[in-house]
């Protein structure tokens, strides 16, 4: 079933009814980054979501939802609505899924999404639908959905199959609830029969104890083997979880060995750097001044000063002979001057000298007047301060003995280090010395070797980083995969082993088994039971077994035409390049009854083909989803539309050209959004390419958003449709 219209309104970037109406073949969405390409992917999303709690007010347009918080619209709505044209019936089915918003006290409140629906036909037959829920369904099964809309390459690895959902698909394919009736239906038949015979076998009164006691028996025996094939198909799925897990990894497996020895060497580089650096003596607070250190070169300072010291008591004598003998000189001076001027009066004419002056104070007489001067009387303290006057002109002749250095404190010093000084630090002095020297050697040597470690350690990371670098994973990414691939390849292991074991009990129990069911026959034969009868058991077997082939051979045989039509795309995509196989392989399984599928990219007939590019690997994942879309148009199962955004990120020039050709050929609805084929006109705007005009598609559309807008305010922000 196509799409013939895609109408979306109010959903985030989409202001008000943007319109997409769309081709049934190929159509391209052109769009740069930011202008509503992912908007729309996720709006198809939602809309294929069913009525899951997925509603949210950040679904609505801001700029409706600011017209809301201001008044000027009590409710507004949000709907995704999907026109469908079905070939097969001439019908048209309108679906839309909508929910409401409206203003309350709170603030802004959004309701639960509803589906609505209108199914019309060629003859204007019109139903309308309250709940269209089915009629979803029916445009686009469940079981196809994970087929229908990939947002990126990452959501492309349809190849992993993880959710067995290529099983599913073979289900409706061969139209396998209807085969599996038809199988069931002959299994009840051949049950009737089998208890028709029984009954008449047990009335044969000898063997019906031990007939009731081998049904038992046989009953119970049937139990363990379904027990044994359900564990089994359980360990196998394990199994195959855990290889393909491994088969993910083993691009990086080839780096693996020589990764992990690099990093176990530097680990154990880093540990010898560790134990290093601990034993370095490098705390020389300590040893410079608690452990006297500061003194390692302090012998050369010491002689130096006691020199210096020396020096300078010479030069202290020197100086002070030298000043003693200018004192000498001057006292000798002054002496004789004083006693020069004992007898000669320098004062002036009519004064009498200081000795005259010394006898009239003595005979309390002034002889220059012949007057008495009583000692205490006027004339007594005249004579007084003239001779006080005389000998402070004549100067103080009793003077003090002078030095030039009031201190000898170079003495003091010099014989401190003479007295032993020196010799008392000698020793010391040695001693940190040699401790030093051994010390600082220790120290260059632990350094030299720290630079050793470090320079092999910066190898290693070098090595490191060119293996990461061709993963493309850091070094604790890659460490974590290799991790992951150990314990799944352990797990394989013993997964393995679990089967072979449990094979090995079931082929014993089947064994066991098939020897009671030989024993029942024998008895049955010989409890006189018709052979319309037993014709009849062997008929309906016959006819169970016939079924659970054909069953076996459609499934198979849809396998094979999948595997096919994935290889026939998977050139086309590839043309000039190296691809490999996309080998698909399985079938039904017998003992489970379920259908099981097993997809690996492959090279040299069979071997697992390991390093695949992303571009590879994405075009695989491509082939493989059309395979899957043409064969179910094909199967009369209906076409079902497909949304692939950003497909072929990874891809060059020459191989989005091949994939754009493949998909205008294949006969199928797609919707591919991309941003390739914009490029800037030379005028600060972008332009759609020349290229894309070459490639012709049936319908193409360009995303852009509504201009200006205010950089900082979302509301402002509107993504328009146009068509090209």
Known sequence: MNITRIEICNYQSYYNVQSFNVANGFNVVLGDNGEGKTKLVESIKWFLSGLSKD??????????????????????????????????????????????????????????????????????????????????????????????????????????????????????????????????NAKKILRKAEIAVEKTAQANKKNARILSDLKFKIDESKDRIKKLNVRITQQEKDANHSKKRMAGLNDILAQAEEFNIFKDKMKELEQKKARVSVVIKDDYTTYIFDNNYLLHDFRNELETFATSVTKLEQNERRLEVAFQRRVGEERAVQKIQNALIGDVNPLPIGVPSLNVIQEMLHDEVCKVCNRLAKKGSKEYEYMKDHMTMILKHLGNTDLPDEVLFK??????????????????????????????RELKEFNLSRYQELSDLDKRISGLSDKISGIT??????????????????????????KLKIVERLNSTLKEEEAAYNRLLTHRDKLVSDSGVSQYLLTSKEVSEKLFKVFQKVRSNDISSVIKRLEIKTNEIFDKLNVHSFKGYLKISGGLHIQSDEIRVQIEHVVNEGEVFRGANQALETSANIALLLAVVEISKNQNIGSFPIFMDAPVSSFGRKKIRQFMQVMNSVDLQCFVIMKEFLEPD?????????????????????????RPFDQEDLSTVKTIVHEI
């Open 407 to 436: 201190s000898n404190n170079v003495r003091e010093l010099s014989n401190e280090l003479v007295n032993g000084y020196r010799s008392k630090v000698s020793s010391l002095l040695t001693d940190k010395k040699t401790e030093y």
């Open 682 to 706: 030379g005028k600060g705007d972008i332009k759609i390419s020349e290229d894309f005009k070459e490639l012709n598609p049936e319908k193409s559309f360009w995303l852009k958003l509504e």
């Open 55 to 184: 509603t949210d007010i950040s679904l609505l347009n801001k700029s409706v939802y600011k017209d809301l918080e201001l008044g000027n619209t009590n409710s507004a709505e949000i709907y995704v609505e999907l026109e469908f044209y079905d070939s097969r019936y001439a019908q048209k089915l309108v679906i839309k899924k909508s929910t409401n918003c409206k203003i309350v006290e709170s603030g802004v409140v959004i309701s639960d999404a509803i589906y609505e629906g209108v199914q019309s036909t060629n003859k204007g037959e019109s139903i309308f639908h309250e709940d269209a829920t089915y009629l979803l369904r029916e445009a686009i099964p469940e079981v196809i959905r994970p087929y229908t809309v990939f947002q990126g390459e990452a959501e492309l690895n349809i190849l992993d199959n993880s959710n067995n959902s290529i099983e599913s698909l073979i289900n409706i394919f061969i139209n396998e609830n209807q085969l599996k009736k038809l199988q069931n």
């Open 469 to 494: 670098g061709m993963t493309g994973l850091s070094s604790d990414t890659l460490s974590r995969h290799l991790n992951d691939w150990q314990k799944h390849s352990q797990n394989y292991a013993e």
